[in-house]
Antibody, heavy 120, light 106 residues
Framework: QLQLQESGPGLVKPSETLSLTCTVSGGSISSSSYYWGWIRQPPGKGLEWIGNIYYSGNTYYNPSLKSRVTISVDTSKNQFSLKLNSVTAADTAVYYC????????????WGQGTLVTVSS | DIQMTQSPSSLSASVGDRVTITCRASQSITGYLNWYQQKPGKAPKLLIYAASGLQSGVPSRFSGSGSGTDFTLTISSLQPEDFATYYCQQSHSRPFTFGPGTKVDV
């Protein structure tokens, strides 16, 4: 059974960089059939797609965040990571990692999510 | 960006009811429409992909239909575990976007 688990600091200061890692178990991140992505959800609000990465390193970002986001992959560790710089309180959210199907681009497996609060 | 809208934003229903939720895209997304269920404090769960494909393990009381700009999620007989918020998501074009959600409660 595929499992995804987010990890990283739960508190980040304004103007600093948010860094999260998603560890994939029960399957290979190097599968050619899938992308791997990040989605976030501010408290009490809806879902926002942040971006995706393919195992080869090809990335796709939401233009609304593109200038601040970097997603990377480490196939040797079966992990992919998110960095969001220059954070503000508006970046406070639950951050989810998810597997994305490579044909229809639906998110079929999700991590449990991790709350990141931006506050001094 | 493709904008997604959902109606209603919330609804009250009873166990056994037939529930229908509508999702509309701001432009044609052909069949690239997915539905998720989210319960409080949990990650979203994929129910329907590609407008009408039932995700493995999802009960058959859930069904999806539509194409182009208008889509529907139907729960044929609402069960106690179905009280949740439902989101549609378009995967036709990046940036992938979600609807604002429909909360189904008692």
């Amino acid at each position: 059974q595929l499992q995804l688990q987010e990890s990283g600091p739960g508190l980040v200061k304004p103007s600093e960089t948010l860094s999260l890692t998603c560890t994939v178990s029960g399957g290979s991140i190097s599968s050619s059939s899938y992308y791997w992505g990040w989605i976030r959800q501010p408290p009490g609000k809806g879902l926002e797609w942040i971006g995706n990465i393919y195992y080869s390193g090809n990335t796709y970002y939401n233009p609304s965040l593109k200038s601040r986001v970097t997603i990377s992959v480490d196939t040797s560790k079966n992990q992919f990571s998110l960095k969001l710089n220059s954070v503000t309180a508006a970046d406070t959210a639950v951050y989810y990692c998810a597997r994305t199907s490579g044909d229809r681009y639906h998110f079929d497996y999700w991590g449990q999510g991790t709350l990141v609060t931006v506050s001094s | 960006d493709i904008q997604m809208t959902q109606s209603p934003s919330s609804l009250s229903a009873s166990v056994g009811d037939r529930v229908t939720i509508t999702c509309r895209a701001s432009q044609s997304i052909t069949g690239y429409l997915n539905w998720y269920q989210q319960k409080p404090g949990k990650a979203p769960k994929l129910l329907i992909y590609a407008a009408s494909g039932l995700q493995s393990g999802v009960p058959s009381r859930f069904s999806g239909s539509g194409s182009g700009t208008d889509f529907t999620l139907t729960i044929s007989s609402l069960q106690p575990e179905d009280f949740a918020t439902y989101y549609c998501q378009q995967s036709h074009s990046r940036p992938f976007t979600f609807g604002p959600g429909t909360k189904v409660d008692v």
